[in-house]
């Protein structure tokens, strides 16, 4: 009798050590999990700073498709008027026919689809022309405006490596 209590034991051992194996097998171990995490979290910040670099990089296009759809717009102004808006009358009186002197009687607006309005960062665009005292000097000759819009930083740039958007460029 001792030796069948001794089979049914070992037997119930044999049973119960299987069934530990095979839930030991069920599941991850914590350093596994924690593994999982940090690759996920490693591929997330990757992901974050590619994504980053496409929106500054959409952004900085879009400022240049508008200083473009502006200038293109200043030219037909030019044939209407005979003369680009004042820095005062600014890219506004592509919108709608300036008030401020000289006002051009044969202004045939709008010359843009839509009311100009600020760059990618939030920024005014700077419409400057040719004969205001604040045209810079170091700028090819014949230029007869500029427009600019001072980028991320929001600052005008000295530098060659500035972010601003300009239109002879």
């Not at 100009?116 to 000759?141: I, K, M, R």
């Amino acid at each position: 009798m001792k030796i069948k209590i001794k089979k049914i034991r070992n037997q119930e051992k044999v049973k119960n050590e299987r069934k530990w194996k095979e839930k030991k097998s069920e599941g991850f171990t914590f350093v596994e999990t924690i593994a999982v995490l940090a690759i996920g979290a490693i591929l997330t910040a990757g992901s974050t700073v590619s994504a980053t670099k496409l929106i500054s990089s959409a952004k900085k296009t879009a400022a240049k498709n508008q200083i473009s759809e502006f200038s293109a717009a200043l030219q037909t102004y030019f044939l209407d008027c005979g003369c680009f808006p004042t820095t005062e009358q600014g890219i506004k009186s592509l919108w709608e026919k300036p008030s401020l002197y000289p006002v051009p009687e044969s202004w045939d607006g709008p010359y843009v689809v839509r009311e100009p309005g600020t760059d990618p960062w939030g920024n005014e665009y700077e419409y400057v022309h040719a004969e205001n005292a604040n045209f810079p000097s170091d700028l090819p000759q014949a230029l007869p405006y500029i427009i600019i819009s001072y980028g991320a930083d929001k600052k005008k740039d000295s530098d060659e490596k500035g972010d601003d958007i300009v239109s002879w460029k």
